[in-house]
């Protein structure tokens, strides 16, 4: 299936730790995204990354950093995690002016 | 700077009934909007965008929007509720001129009433 793919699903794990979570699209898309949706379901753009450019919303900590190894994976490390970054977090993909296809979230809770 | 609005958090509407989820959006060049649903434990589903051309947009399951530039607005339509529409709605807007990133609304729940 064609799609945003993102790993694991939940997550689940103690403050000050640091986590990864994966994501993979096999759209050929050129541009990909790390969305953060909070308990009241506000979505905040935390990164844009394609083969040109990294754009880092300003308000996101430097505990959270993308990595991509290729065009394909755009991955999310958190580093120290706090109660606050308890979240579901979303990868998403596009093509240029294309709409953007996401994956189905990492519900991420810290303890 | 862009933002879009949703003035209605919760949104109850009868089935059969039409329904109008309300979006208004600022931006300083021509807007790209989108329509977005969320359905529980999923992610966002692209339901229909403006970008040139007609006011009037159709999308899927049914739903159309009408951009209007006068008012900023880009308001989700259907003419007959559905039960299973009932889930959460984000308008987005992408300004071209900056760094071409998408922006949601703060979402509004759709609630169909058998």
């Known amino acids: 299936d064609t799609a945003v793919s993102q790993t694991p699903k939940y997550l689940v794990t103690q403050m000050g730790n640091d986590k990864s979570i994966k994501c993979e699209q096999n759209?050929?898309?050129?541009?990909m995204y790390w969305y953060k949706q909070d308990s009241k379901k506000f979505l905040k753009i935390m990164f844009s990354?394609?083969?040109?450019?990294?754009?880092i919303n300003e308000t996101v900590p430097n505990r959270f950093s993308p990595k991509s190894p290729d065009k394909a994976h755009l991955n999310l490390h958190i580093n120290s995690l706090e109660l606050g970054d308890s979240a579901v977090y979303f990868c998403?993909?596009?093509?240029?002016?294309?709409?953007?296809?996401f994956g189905n979230g990492t519900r991420l809770t810290v303890t | 700077a862009q933002s879009v609005a949703q003035p209605e958090d919760q949104v109850n509407v009868a089935e059969g009934n039409p329904l109008t989820v309300k979006c208004t959006y600022s931006?300083?060049?021509?807007?790209?909007l989108f329509w977005y649903v969320q359905y529980p434990n999923r992610g966002l589903q692209f339901l229909l965008k403006y970008i040139t051309g007609d006011n009037l947009v159709k999308g899927s399951y049914g739903f159309e929007a009408e951009f209007n530039k006068s008012q900023t607005s880009f308001h989700l339509k259907k003419p007959s509720a559905l039960v299973s529409d009932s889930a959460l709605y984000f308008c987005a807007v992408r300004d071209p001129t900056g760094a071409n990133n998408l922006f949601f609304g703060t979402g509004t729940r759709l609630t169909v009433i058998p």
């Open positions: 998403a993909s596009r093509a240029g002016a294309q709409p953007l296809h």
């Open positions: 931006v300083s060049g021509n807007p790209y």
């Open positions: 990354y394609n083969n040109k450019e990294l754009i």
């Open positions: 759209l050929g898309h050129d541009t």
